[in-house]
């Protein structure tokens, strides 16, 4: 045996151990039963009665306020008022722009289905200008130059002109005329120019 070491004080005090524990639940337990209300927010929380916020590493930041719970339980949060909501300002890919296809300019003789024609990809050519920066002004223009011989089909297709639409957007719809059909011409070869217009809506 360990010389001071006495047993008897370890049994007391383990025993006055459980029996603290015991008195400290049947507290709790009493608590419970005089507020309902706390009894039905199983797990209840004993330091905070509503709930605590923490900072995700175990620390407690505070406790929340009953307010602060009901809030949380409700399913959806009311929606603003009408006249709270703040329209949100239109950015460069929500302007709407309009178009005009044509004339299509001949060299010499002439292409009498060649607008017809090249009129038929214009969403197309919208979609062109929309994904590849929209127009940088009020309005611009895109000339696109080509040449037809006897089977009818727009060649090397290249853009002469372009005015407030990106490189990338006019290469675009360079690339739509290209090889698209326009009608026999009445020469062996002819030389066309086909002008696009684009302006922003109600400008």
């Not at 008897?8 to 008195?23: D, F």
């Not at 326009?182 to 809506?201: E, R």
């Amino acid at each position: 045996m360990i010389r001071g070491f006495d047993p008897r004080v370890v049994v007391v005090g383990l025993g006055t151990l459980a029996i603290a524990s015991a008195s400290a639940l049947g507290a709790t337990n009493t608590a419970h039963a005089d507020d309902p209300g706390k009894a039905n927010r199983y797990p209840y929380d004993p330091v905070c009665s509503w709930g605590r916020i923490a900072d995700g590493r175990g620390m407690l930041v505070r406790c929340m306020a009953q307010s602060e719970a009901e809030a949380l339980q409700s399913p959806t949060a009311p929606a603003p008022a009408a006249s709270e909501q703040q329209p949100e300002p239109p950015t460069e890919g929500d302007v709407k722009l309009s178009m005009e296809v044509g004339p299509v300019e001949v060299d010499s003789g002439s292409l009498p289905l060649a607008l017809k024609k090249l009129q038929s990809p214009s969403d197309r050519y919208l979609e062109c200008v929309e994904k590849n920066g929209g127009v940088s002004k009020d309005s611009g223009e895109v000339q696109v130059r080509f040449l037809v011989r006897e089977r009818g089909r727009a060649e090397g297709a290249v853009v002469k002109m372009r005015r407030a639409i990106s490189e990338k957007a006019a290469a675009c719809i360079a690339d739509v005329v290209d090889r698209r059909f326009v009608g026999h011409p009445d020469v062996p070869i002819v030389g066309a120019t086909l002008v696009v217009k684009f302006s922003k809506a109600g400008r």
